[in-house]
């Protein structure tokens, strides 16, 4: 199992950066708090392309390269 973990420099900033955002942004406040105490873990990681796939969106191809 693949996982991502911060040191805790980065997880101290990860905190700082959610205390920041908390007054206006709770949600992103909660997975930057989230982030800095778990890590990420890539097994569990999917691309746009997945997403794509998920929602029933067409493929990207080369006439609209930055469409989401």
Do not use: T
Request: net charge negative.
């Amino acid at each position: 199992m693949a996982h991502l973990i911060f040191d805790e420099d980065e997880q101290r900033e990860l905190r700082e950066s959610a205390r920041a955002e908390f007054p206006g942004n709770p949600a992103l406040a909660y997975v930057l708090e989230n982030l800095a105490s778990e890590g990420i873990d890539l097994d569990r990681c999917r691309d746009w392309d997945d997403i794509r796939a998920e929602k029933g969106l067409p493929e990207r191809n080369d006439e609209a390269p930055n469409v989401a």
